[in-house]
T-cell receptor, first 113, second 108 residues
């Protein structure tokens, strides 16, 4: 299975600021995704990070709020822009490699004050 | 759209068997995932079913019926460490739609 790391593991940010979360995988993967898990809730897909092109966003999520980069097959970033307390959540990177299995990174716990 | 339903909570005794059901209605479907999530941790992959039938992996088994939009996760010989949330997720082009999760509590 792929080993996935995320930075930072947690952060406390002030409203109106932005935070960039990094996701690094130890091997090349075909697909990378970003999910959000709000307190007490299940996971919601934000977007698919596409290598070399713009990310594909799910309904309710837009590029201006959640810009995503994926410069190569092992790395992606998610930025949470102009944060508000409603953005307090765990943000998780997920990858799919050469098999059907999909794995999640350890997550980034964000608190916006 | 996606609609994934699973029970909110289940309680069972150590050593027993628990079956967690999941029904799904999706606009596209290419597989059903089950994940385990302990409090404060990321989800851990348990199983993936794309064909009808039962997949067995140690103490955990997963079943899928595509025609019925139904899956279950079977946990055998329950251990205290199995107390966790279990997430059912339907895959559409490998984009996962998750149910709300089933919290399983294992009692001694």
């Amino acid at each position: 299975s792929a080993v996935i790391s995320q930075k930072p593991s947690r952060d406390i940010c002030q409203r109106g600021t932005s935070l960039t979360i990094q996701c690094q995988v130890d091997s090349q993967v075909t697909m990378m995704f970003w999910y959000r898990q709000q307190p007490g809730q299940s996971l919601t897909l934000i977007a698919t990070a596409n290598q070399g092109s713009e990310a594909t966003y799910e309904s309710g999520f837009v590029i201006d709020k959640f810009p995503i980069s994926r410069p190569n097959l092992t790395f992606s970033t998610l930025t949470v822009s102009n944060m508000s307390p409603e953005d307090s959540s765990i943000y998780l990177c997920s990858v799919r490699g050469s098999t059907y299995e999909q794995y999640f990174g350890p997550g980034t716990r964000l608190t916006v004050t | 759209g996606q609609n994934i339903d699973q029970p909110t909570e289940m309680t069972a005794t150590e050593g027993a068997i628990v079956q967690i059901n999941c029904t799904y209605q999706t606009s596209g479907f290419n597989g059903l995932f089950w994940y385990q999530q302990h409090a404060g941790e990321a989800p851990t992959f348990l199983s993936y079913n794309v064909l009808d039938g039962l997949e067995e992996k140690g103490r955990f088994s997963s079943f899928l019926s595509r025609s019925k939009g139904y899956s279950y996760l079977l946990l055998k010989e329950l251990q205290m460490k199995d107390s966790a949330s279990y997430l059912c997720a339907a895959s559409n082009d490998y984009k996962l739609s998750f149910g709300a999760g089933t919290t399983v509590t294992v009692r001694a």
